[in-house]
C-alpha cells in the first residue's frame, strides 16, 4: 500500500521558515518524480515544485521561485520542501504528490499539511 505521508507544517510568521517533509512508503522512489502542491481556502489546488527522480531537475512556480527549495533523499524514502521568507499568501495545505518519472499525472497524494503564516 502506498503511502505518502507529510509532516512539518504549522503556524509560522511572515518571514519566517518551515522544512515539510513527505515520508514515502510501498513504493521504490527512484521511480517517481516528486511534487509539492498547495490548496490556499477557496481557491483551487496549485503546482509549487517538482522534482525528478534523481534530484537533478526541479521546477518552481513562479509565485515561489527563489523562496522555496525541494530535495529528496532516496535511500530515506522522504522528500523535502523548505519554505522561506514565507507571506500570508503561502498559507495553505501542502500536499505532496508522486507520478511515475515516464508518466505526466501524479498518482499518488498525501493528505496535506497546514502551513499558515500570520503574525
Known amino acids: 500500500q502506498v503511502q505518502l505521508v507529510e509532516s512539518g507544517g504549522g503556524l509560522v510568521q511572515p518571514g519566517g521558515s518551515l522544512r515539510l517533509s513527505c515520508a514515502a512508503s510501498g513504493l521504490t522512489l527512484t521511480q517517481f518524480d516528486m511534487g509539492w502542491f498547495r490548496q490556499a481556502p477557496g481557491k483551487e489546488r496549485e503546482f509549487a515544485v517538482s522534482?525528478?527522480?534523481?534530484?537533478?531537475?526541479?521546477y518552481y512556480a513562479d509565485s515561489v521561485k527563489g523562496r522555496f527549495a525541494i530535495s529528496r533523499d532516496n535511500a530515506k524514502n522522504t522528500v523535502y520542501l523548505h519554505l522561506n521568507s514565507l507571506n500570508a499568501d503561502d498559507t495553505a495545505v501542502y500536499f505532496c504528490?508522486?507520478?511515475?518519472?515516464?508518466?505526466?499525472?501524479?498518482?499518488?497524494w498525501g493528505q496535506g499539511t497546514q502551513v499558515t503564516v500570520s503574525s
Open positions: 504528490a508522486a507520478k511515475f518519472w515516464f508518466r505526466d499525472e501524479y498518482v499518488y
Open positions: 522534482i525528478s527522480r534523481n534530484g537533478g531537475s526541479t
